[in-house]
C-alpha cells in the first residue's frame, strides 16, 4: 500500500547547523510529495511540494528534491535558524480516482541559539 | 481569502459521553478531509468527501464514529459514545480539484480530551 516514513525525532541543532529531516515513500503510480510543518500551537501549513520526479521544491531557505530512484524526499536546509523549530511532515497525494493525502509520523525539531 | 474554520477549539467530556465537531472548507473546495492527530503521532485519515459523496471511510470506527457533509460544504464529525482512546486533535482539511499536486489546507483543529 501506499506509507510515508520518516526520521525519528527529535532532532536538536544549533543555531546555522545542516538540518537534514529523511523521507521516504511506498506508492503506486506517481504521487505528488509534500512537506508541512506545525510550529507550536498553530495548525499544519504547506511548507514544499513537488509533484514529479526530479522536481525540487523550496520554501523559506528549505528545500527537497523528489527523487523517484530512490523514493526519497529529503528535507535539507542550509542554516537553520531558533524560529525553525516546529514539527515537520513528510505527506504523499495519490490519486487513484481522487486525490487521498497520507502524513508521515513527523520529526520533531528543535534549535538553540 | 477566509481559511479553514473548525469549531470548538476545545473539549473535554467524560468517557461515553458524545461529542461532535464542525468544520467550515474554503468556499469552493470539494475535497473535505477529517483527520485524527493523536499527541506525537501524524495525522491519520478518518474520512473523505469530494463534494458531499464520501470517497474514502476505510479508517473510520464506525461503530462510534461518524460524519456528514451537507450541501457539499460544512461538515460535522461525531463521536458516540467516546473513549479514552479518541483524545486527540481532530483536523479539517480541504482542497480543490485543480490537480495532483493541489495543497490541502487546514484548520486549526479541535483538541479533544476524554476522562
Known amino acids: 500500500g501506499n506509507s510515508v516514513t520518516q526520521m525519528e525525532g527529535p532532532v536538536t541543532l544549533s543555531e546555522e547547523a545542516f538540518l537534514t529531516i529523511n523521507c521516504t515513500y511506498t506508492?503506486?503510480?506517481?504521487?505528488?510529495l509534500f512537506w508541512y510543518v506545525q510550529y507550536p500551537g498553530e495548525g499544519l501549513q504547506l511548507l514544499l511540494k513537488?509533484?514529479?520526479?526530479?522536481d525540487k521544491g523550496s520554501n523559506k531557505g528549505f528545500e527537497a528534491t523528489y527523487r523517484k530512484e530512490t523514493t526519497s524526499f529529503h528535507l535539507e536546509k542550509g542554516s537553520v535558524q531558533v524560529s525553525d523549530s516546529a514539527v515537520y511532515f513528510c505527506?504523499?497525494?495519490?490519486?487513484?480516482?481522487?486525490?487521498?493525502?497520507?502524513f508521515g509520523a513527523g520529526t520533531r525539531l528543535a534549535v538553540h541559539p | 481569502e477566509a481559511g479553514v474554520a473548525q469549531s470548538p477549539r476545545y473539549k473535554i467530556i467524560e468517557k461515553r459521553q458524545s461529542v461532535a465537531f464542525w468544520c467550515n472548507p474554503i468556499s469552493g473546495h470539494a475535497t473535505l478531509y477529517w483527520y485524527q492527530q493523536i499527541l506525537g503521532q501524524g495525522p491519520k485519515l478518518l474520512i473523505q468527501f469530494q463534494n458531499n459523496g464520501v470517497v474514502d471511510d476505510s479508517q473510520l470506527p464506525k461503530d462510534r464514529f461518524s460524519a456528514e457533509r451537507l450541501k457539499g460544504v460544512d461538515s460535522t464529525l461525531k463521536i458516540q459514545p467516546a473513549k479514552l482512546e479518541d483524545s486527540a486533535v481532530y483536523l479539517c482539511?480541504?482542497?480543490?480539484?485543480?490537480?495532483?499536486?493541489?495543497?490541502?489546507?487546514f484548520g486549526q483543529g479541535t483538541r479533544l480530551t476524554v476522562v
Open positions: 506508492a503506486t503510480g506517481y504521487p505528488s
Open positions: 482539511a480541504s482542497s480543490s480539484l485543480v490537480d495532483s499536486g493541489t495543497e490541502a489546507f
Open positions: 505527506a504523499l497525494l495519490f490519486s487513484g480516482g481522487y486525490n487521498k493525502l497520507i
Open positions: 513537488a509533484t514529479k520526479a526530479d
